[in-house]
């Protein structure tokens, strides 16, 4: 009799997720414990019940955010970031308590600001201090895993660098397994090279010898029969086996696991975006395009006063855009032409372009001519961070010519993104140039995160508002 299975495709998992989840909740009301008590207060059940609120809080945030996965092949950057996230997101869940509630006099607020200083202080410490340990013991040879990758093919040797450029995951390349001649392989792998494949699996199914531990498979995704007959064999052995996609499947899009009833299918085209995190998106470009905003009000209206008094024409430029899945939207910039082209044929603009207004040479070099787009972000059209939308024109003469180029609208276009602080931006004179342009894009929403958002606006900082490129 046929039973549902929960799917085959699982996340990355940490051993220590349980302890972790403990500790965090341990700390979080030991230091509201303490916080209370070392201000001479008296910690009662509201204290508890709030502790409470808060754990929860954490907790739900650092799933949503896949806190507790493990990290060993990650970059612990981003565990600290995601940690300050999901306790500054638990400290709104916390407020919103006390509001609706109406308790704010049951605390002490003295004892309440240090609590929540000193348990985001306390909660990314104890992780940097166990992160550093593990680093330290995995360097010196404890808790690491030996690799045997199939396949010493370009995306094996990809692999086979991160692995031997990144000891502190604690992964020890042991081997190299391939059918092909020892003559047409890779000479800087010979080393590692032991025999052919089928060789490689009667060692990693040896259960006396004990080699190997996780089995990368990188061969061609053409060879399917091939994939399929080693992931067979494999089946009678202990080792965990993973089958690393070609990059043309990697680069399609974000992909992830979905179900129609029993039958679990692979996204290839598809939106990060989704459910809880399209309300996290949101909220980003609320708070970002609002704090934004009480700073640029006073730059806005002297740039409009002078755009009014030193060229002829509207302040605002409002041209047709492709927004989310590909539907038009009205994307406002401070007009910086002499012309407003909005029509099936828009001229990009290059250097020395005389249709360039002396100060809109200044708007667009500095990005300032973009400000106009925050209120774009407000109405929803756009993101503060995403694939830069471009003229509809240019749209439907590129996606006839550029691989995957509609892929880019299944987010909401943004302000600035990946391709700009990379320096994919300006003129387009050459297909190669969309090309590098688009690539860019596609690597964005793959990897999505908040992270990823934030290295972008900061870069955006430092290296967008004076680019050469722009013009």
Not at 234 to 241: E, I, P, Q
Not at 290 to 301: D, E, R
């Given at each position: 009799m046929y039973t549902q299975q929960s799917g085959v495709i699982k996340n990355n998992t940490n051993k220590f997720a349980a302890a972790y989840r403990l500790i965090d909740i341990m700390l979080i009301q030991t230091l509201l414990y303490l916080s209370v008590v070392l201000y001479s207060q008296n910690y009662t059940l509201a204290y508890f019940t709030l502790s409470l609120v808060a754990s929860a809080g954490f907790e739900l945030f650092a799933e949503s955010f896949t806190l507790y996965r493990s990290w060993r092949a990650g970059f612990f950057n981003e565990v600290i970031f995601y940690t300050f996230v999901c306790w500054i997101f638990s400290g709104f869940v916390v407020l919103t308590y006390l509001f609706l509630s109406k308790t704010t006099e049951d605390y002490s607020r003295t004892s309440l600001l240090l609590w929540m200083f000193s348990t985001l202080t306390t909660l990314i410490t104890w992780r940097y201090c166990f992160q550093l340990f593990l680093w330290n013991m995995r360097r010196k040879g404890f808790n690491t895993r030996n690799i045997v990758i199939f396949g010493l093919s370009e995306k094996g040797i990809r692999l086979a660098k991160e692995v031997m450029d990144n000891p502190e995951t604690g992964y020890r390349l042991a081997a190299f397994y391939d059918d092909r001649e020892k003559l047409r392989l890779d000479e800087e792998y010979h080393y590692y090279l032991r025999g052919n494949i089928a060789e490689g699996i009667k060692n990693v199914k040896n259960v006396k010898m004990k080699k190997y531990d996780v089995v990368y498979i990188t061969l061609p995704i053409l060879a399917q029969m091939r994939i399929q007959d080693?992931?067979?064999?494999?089946?009678?052995?202990?080792?965990?086996?993973?089958?690393?996609?070609?990059?043309?499947?990697?680069?399609?899009?974000?992909?992830?696991?979905?179900?129609?009833?029993?039958?679990?299918?692979?996204?290839?085209?598809?939106?990060?975006?989704?459910?809880?995190?399209?309300?996290?998106?949101?909220?980003?470009?609320?708070?970002?395009?609002?704090?934004?905003?009480?700073?640029?009000?006073?730059?806005?209206?002297?740039?409009?006063?002078?755009?009014?008094?030193?060229?002829?024409?509207?302040?605002i430029f409002k041209q047709d855009r492709y927004g989310l899945n590909g539907r038009k939207i009205r994307m406002w910039k401070f007009r910086s032409m002499t012309v407003t082209e909005n029509d099936a044929v828009v001229t990009q603009a290059k250097k020395g372009d005389t249709r360039i207004t002396k100060v809109g040479a200044f708007l667009r070099r500095t990005s300032l001519d973009e400000l106009p787009q925050f209120i774009n972000v407000l109405k929803g059209d756009m993101s503060v961070i995403g694939p830069r939308p471009h003229a509809v024109a240019h749209n439907e003469e590129y996606r006839k010519i550029v691989d995957f180029y509609m892929l880019r609208h299944k987010v909401k276009p943004g302000i600035t993104g990946w391709a700009q602080v990379n320096g994919a931006r300006g003129e387009t004179e050459t297909v190669d140039k969309m090309k590098a342009r688009i690539e860019f894009d596609l690597e964005y929403i793959r990897n999505w995160s908040l992270w990823l958002d934030f290295k972008i606006v900061i870069l955006t900082v430092f290296r967008s508002f004076n680019d050469k490129n722009a013009y």
């Open positions: 080693i992931l067979f064999a494999l089946g009678d052995s202990t080792a965990t086996v993973h089958v690393v996609p070609d990059l043309f499947m990697y680069c399609l899009m974000h992909g992830e696991m979905s179900h129609v009833g029993n039958i679990q299918t692979i996204s290839v085209y598809d939106n990060p975006m989704k459910g809880g995190l399209a309300v996290v998106k949101r909220l980003e470009d609320l708070i970002l395009a609002c704090g934004i905003m009480t700073l640029i009000t006073i730059p806005m209206l002297v740039i409009t006063v002078w755009i009014k008094f030193t060229s002829k024409g509207p302040v």
